[in-house]
């Protein structure tokens, strides 16, 4: 079991491993031998998550997750299958941990007519100020 958080956890047979050659550092090693991963995560299927988590994962993720709901991490970043392999399940984990943290709901600013008339004369100061650096073109007299 991998655990995101105390009430969230998942089995590892939900993720999907997928070994490809990788592009990068690495010499002929790189021409021979799959060190690239790709981690693919069932997130409609999962019975582990909780569904406003795997609704926010869904929303968070945005071209990563295919049409039928499975998302998918490549991991190419290191030489080794090993660390990418690790690289993927710890990008994993922290997507579902930013998902499953509630937002701050906003705060609607109340803006001030002071605060209003200051900024509006100061766009205007602006634009006078580049009125003035403009060509004078005989056609303007």
Do not use: C
Request: aromatic content about 4%; cysteine-free; proline content about 4%.
């Amino acid at each position: 079991m991998i655990e995101i958080s105390p009430s969230i956890s998942f089995d590892e047979s939900e993720i999907m491993w997928e070994f490809i050659r990788s592009s990068g550092p690495g010499g002929q090693n790189v021409n021979k031998t799959a060190t690239a991963v790709q981690l693919r995560f069932n997130v409609l299927g999962s019975k582990s998550l909780p569904e406003h988590v795997r609704l926010r994962l869904i929303k968070e993720v945005g071209r990563r997750i295919t049409t039928k709901g499975v998302l998918i991490i490549e991991a190419k970043r290191y030489r080794s299958q090993k660390r990418n392999r690790e690289d993927a399940l710890q990008r994993l984990i922290d997507l579902i941990k930013s998902a499953a943290q509630p937002r701050n709901p906003r705060k609607k600013i109340k803006h001030r007519w002071r605060g209003k008339e200051r900024r509006l004369e100061q766009k205007r100061r602006i634009g006078d100020k580049k009125r003035s650096r403009r060509l004078i073109h005989p056609e303007d007299y």
